[in-house]
C-alpha cells in the first residue's frame, strides 16, 4: 500500500464531493486508468464522477499522463475534465 | 539577447494597455507587438458570470512549458501571458496573450499558439453563473480547440 495524495477539479471535484484525499492505494494498482478503476469501487459518487473514463484527464505531480501512464513515485495525482480556459 | 518572459495566474483584472507597452519599450529592435484578449461573454444575456476555476501550481508550471516551447520557435525580443482566475462578469478579460519580436509574422504565429496550447493543455475550467439563476453547467470542451492545437506539432 502506497499513500497517495488525490486532488479532484471542476466536474469531477463536483461529482465525488470532495477537493483532495489522501488514500492508501494497493500495490496491485499500476497505472491511472487502474486507479481510476479502483475509485470507481469506492462508492457511487466515484462512479459517477468516472462513469465516461473519455472525459477524465490526469496528471502525476502536475505534468499531463496519459490513462496507460505507471503511478509509482506519485506524490500527487489529480483527476479533472478536459480543460476549458483561454 | 534573451527574451522577456513574463506569465502569470491571478484573480486580479490587467492593465492590457501596461502590458503592451512594457514589451514595445523592450528596445530598438522591437518592430511588431501582437496581444490577444479573451473576454467573458453574456451569450445574448444568458449568463451572469463564468467562474474560472484552476489548478494552483499546476497552471503556472503549464503556461511554463508552453512559453517555453513558444521562445524556442519563434525569435521573440518578448511574451507575456496572464491568466486569471475567479469570477468574470461579461466584458472583463479572462486571458491575455502578447508577444513582441522584430517582425510580424514570429509576433502572429507565436501568440496563436501560445492561445491554442492554453485552451487544451493549462489547466483551467470554466463554470457557467446562469441570468435566470438556475444551476449553471461546466463549460465542455470543444474538438475544434483539440485540432487547433494539434496544427503546430509538438512533443509536449
Known amino acids: 500500500m502506497t499513500e497517495i495524495k488525490l486532488i479532484y477539479f471542476a466536474l469531477v471535484r463536483e461529482r465525488i464531493g470532495l477537493a483532495e484525499e489522501r488514500l492508501d492505494v494497493p500495490a496491485s494498482v499500476k497505472t491511472v486508468a487502474e486507479l481510476a478503476a479502483w475509485l470507481q469501487l469506492r462508492g457511487e459518487e466515484y462512479a459517477y464522477a468516472f462513469e465516461n473514463p473519455a472525459i477524465v484527464r490526469a496528471a502525476i505531480d502536475r505534468k499531463h499522463v496519459k490513462p496507460d501512464a505507471l503511478i509509482a513515485g506519485a506524490q500527487e495525482i489529480a483527476f479533472f475534465p478536459p480543460m476549458t480556459g483561454g | 539577447m534573451e527574451p522577456r518572459i513574463v506569465f502569470r495566474v491571478q484573480a486580479e483584472p490587467f492593465d492590457i494597455t501596461k502590458e503592451i507597452d512594457a514589451l514595445a519599450g523592450l528596445g530598438d529592435d522591437v518592430g511588431a507587438v501582437t496581444s490577444f484578449t479573451g473576454y467573458c461573454r453574456s451569450e445574448g444575456g444568458r449568463l451572469l458570470a463564468l467562474e474560472l476555476e484552476h489548478y494552483p501550481g499546476m497552471a503556472e508550471e503549464e503556461i511554463g512549458r508552453v512559453v517555453q516551447e513558444a521562445v524556442t ?29 522584430s517582425h510580424r509574422l514570429a509576433a502572429f504565429e507565436a501568440a496563436e499558439f501560445l492561445m491554442d496550447y492554453l485552451k487544451t493543455r493549462a489547466p483551467f475550467w470554466k463554470k457557467e453563473h446562469r441570468a435566470d439563476g438556475s444551476s449553471g453547467e461546466w463549460v465542455e470542451a470543444k474538438e475544434l480547440d483539440d485540432q487547433a492545437a494539434s496544427r503546430w506539432q509538438t512533443s509536449i
Open chain 2, 73 to 101: 520557435r519563434w525569435p521573440l525580443t518578448g511574451l507575456t501571458v496572464i491568466h486569471r482566475f475567479g469570477m468574470m462578469r461579461p466584458g472583463d478579460g479572462i486571458v491575455l496573450v502578447a508577444t513582441a519580436s
